[in-house]
């Protein structure tokens, strides 16, 4: 993986003495509030609920064992002993005291790692697919590239204060594990006839209150030309995004009022002046970059490994644990495995300090040192030999990371709400904490087979409820905390936003609603058929009246006449 090299370790220490001096003059009272902010923002440090709350990038979500052991630490030290796994690669600590964050910046980078640019409008931490390298199905690795972005944009001086904050996201193939529709900016990984990489170009994606999926611009960027293009396109938003309200200053504004193909027009127009120009990428630059994520020290195995075989045969739990937690590995005869941080009662992406630690003692026992972050809010080892699985199974069950729900309903993805954020309409941990206890049998989470549930507490839209099959949206209805019900979205490919399907209902409410849809799609399915193909077949008018336990015709009329 990555190592820092010189310079970014003097940029990183020169940001740590930089905000260790800027934290001294705000407790000192030499600084406002006003002047602070926008120098702790630019440091992840917000003011929460409860709490300052500092997010932790994780770029393109890799991680080293000592790096989680780090993060361990400053949790134990810090913090209250756990961390939150975001959706895009962060880890956020909600108990950080402002006197100390320089110091956990310090013990940060001296594990090459920080939090600059994990909030305000600026580019924040670029993703990837969690199994880039490693995915039989990607075109390409697109790490080195997500690396050589993540170099110019860190501390990009004409970038600092764009209109909003800017996310962009880096997938290895067609099937978009790294969801780029729902970024600012996302490059899908291609080989052009001859062989050479580029990138299929997505442009205004975005969630929040008005979600809407990126644009092509771009069918093939030569993957040499990754940032002159990056350039322009970032150049034309700095310069054409609107700053007069904050509802309409990211991208995806932009891109809707100038219509995707004059906005591409303007950005090829800029792009004219710096194509070849000095950001070119050199194969020489290319090559060191790509020299980092050079292939582990794979051994030579069979695809088959008979003891892994008979274990999965014999012993059912780790068969279950196998169907959803273990995903195909490009190198015959290893896995990918999902530690999954979804425990019933926990919040989604909860990790205590011993959680951490455990996870990365597996990683060493049984992989090459080396974890994903998924957005899926679990952790990933991404190399683990198929004759280790029945160990590591074992293994991860002691720690409670062996929760056998990867990609199914109880694999819940949920924004922390309004336990913990100002911002929230209605606390979503509790409802997850229902749905799970509702859908805790692993037999019907098998039958019921891959389904994606989001949860977010407003229409912010951090719990991407707008691309989960099942979204819930906590609404404030007059004072109390109530929930909409969407239907049908999907961030991967082919991406779709959901579609709400009718009157918000109440917390205790929710997990009945869920049980009606369910039980529709389990009735009305073929087999194999996924939730998203089935809900086009049969409409969405059908789980409508479902979910409402109605007559579909009555439910029609009634909401005719509430709409007129
Ligand atoms: C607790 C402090 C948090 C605050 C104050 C916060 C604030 C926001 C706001 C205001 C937006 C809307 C941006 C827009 O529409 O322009 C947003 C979007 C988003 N947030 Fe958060 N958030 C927080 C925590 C989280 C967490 C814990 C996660 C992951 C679990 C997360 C992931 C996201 C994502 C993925 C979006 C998506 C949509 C987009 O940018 O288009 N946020 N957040
Ligand atoms: S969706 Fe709303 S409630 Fe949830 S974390 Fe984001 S801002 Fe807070």
């Given at each position: 993986m990555y190592a820092y090299n010189d310079i970014d370790r003097r940029i990183v220490a020169e940001r740590v003495t930089q905000f260790r001096d800027q934290t001294r003059r705000y407790l000192a009272g030499e600084l406002t509030e006003d002047q602070f902010r926008p120098l702790r923002l630019q440091n992840g440090l917000y003011y929460e609920k409860h709490n300052p709350l500092l997010r932790i990038a994780i770029p393109y979500g890799q991680l080293s064992s000592k790096q989680l052991r780090t993060l361990a630490r400053i949790t134990r030290i810090y913090d209250r002993g756990y961390g939150h796994f975001t959706t895009r690669h962060n880890l956020q600590l909600n108990w950080v005291r402002v006197d100390r964050v320089p110091e956990i910046l310090a013990e940060l980078a001296e594990v090459d790692m920080h939090s600059i640019q994990s909030c305000g409008n600026c580019i924040r931490v670029v993703t990837a697919d969690p199994l880039a390298g490693v995915s039989p199905s990607e075109i390409a690795d697109p790490r080195p590239w997500a690396e050589l972005f993540r170099q110019w944009a860190t501390l990009h001086p004409e970038f600092a204060t764009l209109p909003r904050k800017f996310k962009v996201a880096f997938s290895g193939g067609p099937d978009d594990a790294a969801s780029t529709r729902i970024h600012d900016l996302g490059f899908e990984m291609l080989k052009d006839t001859a062989g050479n990489p580029g990138f299929r170009v997505w442009a205004g994606g975005g969630l929040g209150r008005t979600p809407i999926l990126g644009r092509m611009v771009r069918d093939f960027l030569p993957a040499a030309e990754l940032l002159n293009y990056s350039e322009a396109l970032l150049r034309v938003y700095n310069l054409q995004g609107r700053r007069d309200n904050l509802y309409k200053s990211r991208l995806k504004v932009l891109v809707q009022s100038l219509g995707a193909e004059e906005f591409s027009r303007r950005v090829e127009a800029e792009w004219t002046h710096l194509r070849g120009g000095p950001l070119t990428l050199t194969p020489e630059r290319i090559a060191a970059v790509m020299a980092h994520f050079a292939a582990p020290a794979y051994e030579n195995l069979p695809h088959c490994d008979a003891r892994f075989e008979l274990a999965r045969r014999s012993d059912k739990g780790f068969a279950a644990w196998v169907a959803s937690n273990v995903h195909a590995h490009r190198v015959p005869g290893y896995a990918a495995v999902t530690l999954s941080l979804k425990r019933p009662g926990k919040a989604p992406g909860d990790a205590s300090a011993q959680t951490m630690e455990a996870a990365a003692d597996l990683a060493e026992r049984f992989g090459f040192g080396e974890l994903r972050t998924s957005q899926t809010q679990n952790l990933i080892l991404p190399d683990v030999k198929k004759s280790d699985l029945y160990n590591l199974w074992q293994e991860a069950k002691k720690f409670g990371l062996a929760t056998a729900t990867v990609g199914l309903l109880a694999d819940v993805v949920a924004c922390p709400g309004g336990d913990y954020c100002s911002l929230a309409y209605a606390r979503t941990l509790p409802v997850v904490a229902e749905i799970q206890a509702r859908f805790s049998s692993q037999t019907e989470l098998a039958d019921i087979g891959p389904l994606r549930l989001n949860i977010s507490?407003?229409?912010?839209?951090c719990g991407h409820h707008h691309v989960g099959d099942i979204g819930i949206l906590g609404i404030n209805k007059a004072g109390e905390e109530h929930y909409q019900i969407i239907l049908g979205g999907r961030s991967t490919a082919p991406a779709a936003i959901g579609k709400v399907i009718g009157p918000s209902v109440s917390a205790a409410e929710v997990p009945e609603v869920v049980a009606r849809i369910v039980a529709h799609y389990r009735a009305c399915r073929y087999p194999k058929e996924n939730f998203s193909d089935t809900l086009r077949r049969i409409g969405i008018s059908s789980f409508m009246s479902a979910a409402y336990a109605i007559e579909e015709q009555t439910f029609d009329n009634e909401r005719e006449v509430a709409n007129g």
């Open positions: 507490g407003c229409v912010n839209a």
